[in-house]
T-cell receptor
Framework: DQQVKQNSPSLSVQEGRISILNCDYTNSMFDYFLWYKKYPAEGPTFLISISSIKDKNEDGRFTVFLNKSAKHLSLHIVPSQPGDSAVYFCAARETSYDKVIFGPGTSLSVIP | NAGVTQTPKFRILKIGQSMTLQCTQDMNHNYMYWYRQDPGMGLKLIYYSVGAGITDKGEVPNGYNVSRSTTEDFPLRLELAAPSQTSVYFC??????????????FGQGTRLTVV
């Protein structure tokens, strides 16, 4: 049973437009959420994160929104650039455990 | 700037063979992790360690073993390889519990095929 879900396996966006990647979770004990980006043949790299006590965190072109009541978070990329084309993983940490659970990923293609 | 280094990058194993995937980090991180990535399934945690001498099971530990004799190294052992273990394996490390300013750093991965 997947605790972290990314229901869109892929997403295509025009360069300069907004990319919105969604993530849902089922475990109410998750207290910290992260987004990782992965290029082919490379390991994932950390992108942005948010604590459960916040509802928004911004870093340059990347903003993560958290809706705890809906158990939903989203990553917004504005404006999208071709170099953003990658697989994006949503991940969540449970307070009482030292481990991070990953979603299945969304493959983003930014079309020039 | 080595970070997390995994060896080998690629390996083909026959069913029933065994092998060790090596992982070493030079960031003096206490926490280390092994994940596997199957197509469309994201990363599943196999084992993790919060410090030398301490290991614990993740989501999918069956068929694997780990040890953590030093802070730097966290090898993953496959005994009696099975086709279901065909996957890409990632090692990661973090200074402490993943959180603000303590994100996990990943190696480049080991692509393992069991035939």
């Amino acid at each position: 049973d997947q605790q972290v879900k990314q229901n869109s396996p892929s997403l295509s966006v025009q360069e300069g437009r907004i990319s919105i990647l969604n993530c849902d979770y089922t475990n109410s004990m998750f207290d910290y959420f992260l987004w990782y980006k992965k290029y082919p043949a490379e390991g994932p790299t950390f992108l942005i994160s948010i604590s459960s006590i916040k509802d928004k965190n911004e870093d340059g072109r990347f903003t993560v929104f958290l809706n705890k009541s809906a158990k939903h978070l989203s990553l917004h990329i504005v404006p999208s650039q071709p170099g953003d084309s990658a697989v994006y993983f949503c991940a969540a940490r449970e307070t009482s455990y030292d481990k991070v659970i990953f979603g299945p990923g969304t493959s983003l293609s930014v079309i020039p | 700037n080595a970070g997390v280094t995994q060896t080998p990058k690629f390996r083909i194993l026959k069913i029933g063979q065994s092998m060790t995937l090596q992982c070493t980090q030079d960031m003096n991180h206490n926490y280390m992790y092994w994940y596997r990535q199957d197509p469309g399934m994201g990363l599943k945690l196999i084992y993790y360690s919060v410090g030398a001498g301490i290991t614990d099971k993740g989501e999918v530990p069956n068929g694997y073993n780990v040890s953590r004799s030093t802070t730097e190294d966290f090898p993953l052992r496959l005994e009696l390889a099975a086709p279901s273990q065909t996957s890409v394996y990632f090692c990661a490390s973090s200074y402490s519990v993943v959180g603000k300013n303590t994100e996990a750093f990943f190696g480049q991965g080991t692509r393992l095929t069991v035939v």
